[in-house]
Structures are given as structure tokens and as C-alpha cells.
T-cell receptor
């Protein structure tokens, strides 16, 4: 079956611009997670959704980052006033039930801020 | 100090070798433990969960030492296809056993298996 999909696969933007990154979880998965992976590092947790609500947003680095999941399926990660330090691969994962151990990752969006 | 620490390597081993990776974690509330594998420019994929009693899956053996907050992964009879980055991952649990959901990753250990 279809896995987690993310669009775009690559995004190049200029410093100060606004970007949106989209995640389509596996159908029927109630939990959705966003992570960020910088070069040479492991993924770093950003935010976790259970249904439509953000159950834990403690990993969002500052108020330029925001994520939504209005219908409990697709999620959008929004970054305002991008900075060069935001350049990374943004990974989305989903799991079938709340807090399930097995998370299935999407291929990621590679964001480059010039 | 990072919450999950791994030796980044790289480890370069010949086919057929046995290689071991180690990982330590600092959060004593961590209750779920995993090894993920990540191929170059791909997403992480679950390799195996790590249980208190230790567990084996084919050529892969994982061990957990809660007292020392230490996790290991042993790969026997290495194959060329084992070349990847191996990520040590921990997660806390809510009381009652439901997983919290947030995964904390180590920086990964790079393994290259050569002919």
C-alpha cells in the first residue's frame, strides 16, 4: 500500500521567505510526527499530532515554525521568515494508533535556504 | 550532553565480519528502544525494537542494559547491503505502557561493508 508521502521533495528558497511543507500520512494513521534532520545528525523531533490536535509541540525551535492538521489527515509545516539555519531535511512520520512505537517515515523534504 | 549518544564511526569492515555498535541514553524515563537504519539520502526505517531480555533477528542481535542506560547492536556475517547509517532511538512511555510517541535519535553510526 501507499506509504507516507511528502511534497515537495526539494525546496529552495531565499532567506526571509515563507515556505509550506506537506505530509500525507498512511491512510488511517491517527498519529503524525514532524522531525528535522541536519547533515550528519539524527532526526530531531519537532511536533506530534494526535488526530487534529498538536499533542506535543515542544520541539518547534521558535515561533517562526507552525504546523497544522485540520482534518486529522494531511499536515502542513509552515516556516515564516526562513533563515539559512533552517536548511535541513524535514521528515514526516505516521503511526496507526496514538503513540505507537512503530513510526513510518516519508522520504522527506530537503529545504535549502539561500 | 546529548540525550542519545553514539559513536559516529565510520566503521569500515570486510564482508563476513562481525561489527558492534553502542549507544548510551541519559533520560531514565526512556522505556522504548529501537535501532533504525537509514540509507544515504533516504528516510529512516525501523530495523528492530530492543527488549530488556535482548532479542535477535537473523544476523542482528540487540541488547539493552537499563542499569547502565546502554544499548547495543551486533551484526554478524556482514553483507555489502548492510552498508548504511544505524540510528539508536529511545522513547519514553506514559504510565500504563502507552508509548509517548516522541522518538529521540542518536546522531547515527556509519557502517561501510567492503568486498
Amino acid at each position: 500500500g501507499a506509504g507516507v508521502s511528502q511534497t515537495p521533495s526539494n525546496k529552495v528558497t531565499e532567506k526571509g521567505k515563507y515556505v509550506e511543507l506537506r505530509c500525507d500520512p498512511i491512510s488511517g494513521h491517527t498519529a503524525l510526527y514532524w522531525y528535522r534532520q541536519s547533515l550528519g545528525q539524527g532526526p530531531e523531533f519537532l511536533i506530534y499530532f494526535q488526530g487534529t490536535g498538536a499533542a506535543d509541540d515542544s520541539g518547534l525551535p521558535n515561533d517562526r515554525f507552525f504546523a497544522v492538521r485540520p482534518e486529522g489527515s494531511v499536515s502542513t509545516l509552515k516556516i515564516q521568515r526562513t533563515e539559512r539555519g533552517d536548511s535541513a531535511v524535514y521528515l514526516c512520520a505516521s503511526s496507526p494508533v496514538s503513540g505507537a512505537d512503530t513510526q513510518y517515515f516519508g522520504p522527506g523534504t530537503r529545504l535549502t535556504v539561500l | 550532553r546529548k540525550e542519545v549518544e553514539q559513536d559516529p564511526g565510520p566503521f569500515n569492515v570486510p564482508e563476513g565480519a562481525t561489527v558492534a555498535f553502542n549507544c548510551t541514553y541519559s533520560n531514565s524515563a526512556s522505556q522504548s528502544f529501537f535501532w533504525y537504519r537509514q540509507d544515504c539520502r533516504k528516510e529512516p526505517k525501523l530495523l528492530m525494537s530492543v527488549y530488556s531480555s535482548g532479542n535477535e533477528d537473523g544476523r542482528f542481535t540487540a541488547q539493552l542494559n537499563r542499569a547502565s542506560q546502554y544499548i547495543s547492536l551486533l551484526i554478524r556475517d556482514s553483507k555489502l547491503s548492510d552498508s548504511a547509517t544505524y540510528l539508536c532511538v529511545v522513547s519514553p512511555r506514559f504510565a500504563g505502557g502507552t508509548s509517548y510517541g516522541k522518538l529521540t535519535f542518536g546522531q547515527g553510526t556509519i557502517l561501510t561493508v567492503h568486498p
